[in-house]
């Protein structure tokens, strides 16, 4: 149901990289929760080790396919729909994010500060936010 | 509130909603599947596989929303067929992915059983721990039900034989 006529290895490795990016961002949340009640090093080390292993290269996959698939697609900047510029924008603000976050993680990690923990469960739930309004902008094709 | 979309989107919006939910669930419940094999003592262990559970819901939402709208879907497009190839091939796919996911929940609760007892009786590993969560027939149902969620996605996005 989500591609009429669109290429299907961009768009299939676009969406894909944007699942298990989320995927990962809930993983990296539902850890920094569990720390707020039972802090572990356990947990900091299987954070930081999510984001690094699993949703930087998603959020590369996600990101190269979307331009490779942008390039196939024929835009070209002139007047490009509401919801391919909110794409942009979230994939591109979000890299920031996704590599504060991981520094953080890594911070939290190395001093196992309780504080850095809370601020990755802010940023990581910020971050599935932005990729919320992402996946529903590109979807419903908010013009 | 919200920008003007049509009926078609907003049903195309909830469908890939869904899907974003049944697949990023399944992708952190690996994830915490994968950390609890890899873990060295069984508190550690029976703590990752705990946190499989909170996924469980997205999971089941998403995977119901994903058919419901979905179906909606077909319904709404008169040049779309219920019984086209890719559509019942996503039925099949759907219903394999389910019983597959819900046969590894299973051993992964079995297993987390055990290492709550052995996390409670001095923390220390033993064979049943590790046969347990070493069995390939036990994981590999896990895995192939993130192997039909893949497939399920390809399916939706090429459509063969449309």
């Known amino acids: ?10 768009l299939f ?27 572990m090093a356990l947990l900091s080390k299987s954070a ?26 024929g835009w070209s900047g002139d007047n490009d729909p509401t919801w391919l510029g909110i794409g942009y924008l979230v994939g591109d603000i979000g890299l920031l994010v996704l590599l504060i976050t991981t520094g953080v993680a ?25 990729l919320g309004v992402a996946w529903l902008a590109m979807s419903g094709k908010w013009s | 509130m919200f920008p003007p979309v049509s009926t078609f989107d907003w049903l195309l919006m909830l469908h890939i909603t869904g899907a974003f939910l049944l697949i990023g669930g399944s992708v952190a419940a690996g994830i915490f ?8 003592r069984p508190s550690d262990t029976a703590f990752m596989l705990r946190m499989v559970r909170p996924t469980l819901p997205l999971i089941g939402i998403g995977s119901i929303a994903a058919l419901i709208f979905g179906l909606w879907l077909v319904h709404e497009q008169t040049e779309v067929k219920l019984f086209s190839f890719w559509i019942v091939a996503a039925l099949v796919l ?31 590993s033993d064979d049943e ?32 034989g449309q």
Do not use: C
């Open chain 2, 94 to 124: 759907w219903v394999v992915m389910g019983a597959l996911g819900s046969a590894g929940g299973k051993h992964q609760e079995k297993t987390r059983a055990v290492a709550e007892r052995l996390a409670a009786a001095g923390d220390t």
């Open chain 1, 13 to 39: 490795l676009h969406v894909l990289g944007a699942m298990v990016l989320v995927g990962a961002m809930l993983s990296v949340l539902f850890l920094t929760l569990a720390a707020w009640r039972k802090p």
């Open chain 1, 48 to 73: 930081f080790r999510t984001l690094l292993i699993v949703a930087v290269p998603a959020w590369l996959v996600m990101r190269a396919a979307g331009q490779w698939m942008y390039s196939k697609e």
């Open chain 2, 33 to 40: 599947n994968t950390f609890a094999m890899r873990a060295e």
């Open chain 1, 106 to 130: 890594f911070w939290w990690n190395r001093s196992n500060k309780a504080v850095a923990g809370r601020i990755v469960t802010g940023l990581s739930l910020v971050y599935l936010v932005m």
């Open chain 2, 129 to 160: 721990l590790r046969t347990l969560l070493h069995d390939t027939r036990g994981n590999a149902m896990s895995w192939l039900a993130g192997l039909a969620a893949l497939l399920l996605l390809i399916d939706m996005i090429w459509k063969p």
């Open chain 1, 1 to 10: 149901m989500i591609a009429a006529g669109r290429p299907f290895l961009p």
